[in-house]
């Protein structure tokens, strides 16, 4: 995405974005929003309210998907901002991939799961491409956070969805969508100047998961 975009007068000083604590399954879930996050990935989302807790932070934006929004209310718990659930911020849509494990959706549809694995920007399902889809998503949920008042907020995501929100923040192609990686958990931190031009600080944090005692 071209930088000037996101010139719209009000911008925030940091943004933090966190891709949703771990389920329990091993399907690939699109827009389902089944099933929640398991104890340890309530676990996952206690360390991150931990991490971040010298923060300041004006305000939360969410998926409002099962599972990130227990992400979203266990690390939020205790602040007394704004919890923002918002549409421009769920998971990608698979369309017959949602259910199925990779190895399922290797045999139904070789060619096709091979295109979502290797070059995603090209794979489609009902005339939909689903990662151009997420990308203009992703530039949605930016216009959204970027004029919400406060100078510090934090999104809670999918890992579809980080990704495109990373993506087009630094003006990467879809074609870059597979080389960035995100875990559950995990925390990117951006700073946005006063021309509105987010510029990324770090990239998926993890050292919380592993650590007590780590703050951003």
Known sequence: MNKAEYRQGHCFAFGFCITRCATATILTQ????DPDITPYGEEQAVRVRNALSRMHIDSLFSSPLKRARTTSEIIWQGREGSCIYTESLKEAPLGWL???TNADAA????????????DPAKFSFDGRYPLLEVYDKAKEAWKEI?????????VITHKSMARAFLCTALALPPTSFRSLDMNNGGVSIFRVNKRGEPMLTNMNLTAHEHYDGVFY
Not at 107 to 118: A, G, L, M, N, V
């Open 30 to 33: 699109g827009t389902a929003d």
């Open 98 to 100: 949602e259910g199925m």
């Open 107 to 118: 045999k139904k549809d070789p060619e096709q799961f091979e295109i979502w694995r290797k």
């Open 146 to 154: 970027l004029e919400a008042p406060g100078s510090s907020h934090l």
